[in-house]
């Protein structure tokens, strides 16, 4: 797919205007509102990620790139603020002081570096890496916030990373259902034992991934675990 440098250019403010408004409504239920962190930082990563999805579908890579440049604008001016602006405030966790500013950066990194491998290696599977990416795992930390008893610690740098059982559990359920609806567009699907069992692997699976993946890094595994998956079994 080839596109005009117009239509990508549009694309590129889309971003921007996605990006702005959603950090700017995440920083207002953060700091006016007293919404935890660990809400308003995954509704801006389900909005980003899900966007992504979509663009993809449309546009190709080509437009996720243009997207994701515009994207990055209002998100490297929030780092450039640094505390108490109300972009930095929707998505700087409390509890990454005082690497606050590092585990904003390095979710971005991975984000990257798992969309342009997927691209190259997985091209198939790469709107399953997005919806994953920016459905089950954006659950996962509000529920393990909300409802979050059993806590088990997760690779980190610099701070203390805690994930919880509940919040894992909440990724298998999420994966299952994204899985499920995906594959009965599939033109080989069939309701059997078979298909059923690849999915239920594959939600076990990137729930597992999800669970050991270094803190600040899931962006990069669960987008490429699924994507690497899903081009196995489906295309």
Same mark, same amino acid.
């Given at each position: 797919?080839? *596109? ?14 996605i ?6 409504g ?9 919404t ?5 930082r995954?509704?801006?990563? @389900? ?6 999805a $979509? ?5 190709g890579? @080509?437009?996720?790139l ?7 604008l ?28 590092? *585990?904003?950066l390095?979710p971005?990194?991975?984000?990257v570096?798992g969309g342009?491998l997927?691209n190259?290696?997985f ?6 890496g *997005?919806?994953i ?6 659950i996962?930390?509000p529920?393990?916030?909300r409802?979050?008893r059993?806590r088990y610690r997760?690779p $980190? =740098?610099?701070?203390s990373a ?5 919040g ?7 994966s299952?259902?994204i899985l499920s ?8 699907f069939?309701?059997?034992v078979a298909?059923?069992t690849?999915?239920l692997a594959?939600?076990?699976?990137i ?5 050991i993946?270094?803190? $600040? =890094?899931?962006?990069?595994t ?8 899903w081009?196995?079994? =489906?295309?």
């Amino acid at each position: 797919m080839s *596109y005009s440098w117009p239509q990508l250019l549009s694309i590129c403010f889309f971003g921007v205007f996605i990006a702005a408004a959603g950090l700017a409504g995440c920083g207002y239920l953060a700091r006016r509102r007293g919404t935890p962190t660990g809400y308003t930082r995954k509704i801006f990563h @389900a909005l980003i990620f899900l966007s992504a999805a $979509g663009i993809n579908g449309r546009f190709g890579f @080509a437009g996720v790139l243009a997207f994701g440049a515009g994207a990055s604008l209002p998100l490297f001016y929030a780092l450039l603020r640094g505390d108490g602006h109300l972009f930095y405030e929707a998505i700087a966790r409390e509890k990454d002081r005082p690497h606050r500013s590092f *585990y904003i950066l390095i979710p971005y990194l991975a984000t990257v570096a798992g969309g342009v491998l997927n691209n190259w290696l997985f091209p198939g599977g790469v709107t399953i890496g *997005y919806l994953i990416t920016g459905a089950a795992d954006a659950i996962a930390e509000p529920v393990g916030v909300r409802f979050g008893r059993r806590r088990y610690r997760a690779p $980190g =740098w610099g701070v203390s990373a805690e994930r919880s059982w509940e919040g894992s559990l909440s990724v298998f359920l999420a994966s299952l259902v994204i899985l499920s609806a995906a594959a009965v567009f599939q033109p080989e699907f069939s309701l059997g034992v078979a298909q059923l069992t690849v999915i239920l692997a594959m939600s076990i699976l990137i729930s597992l991934v999800e669970a050991i993946s270094p803190h $600040g =890094w899931d962006n990069f595994t669960l987008q490429l675990v699924p994507a690497a998956m899903w081009s196995l079994f =489906w295309n």
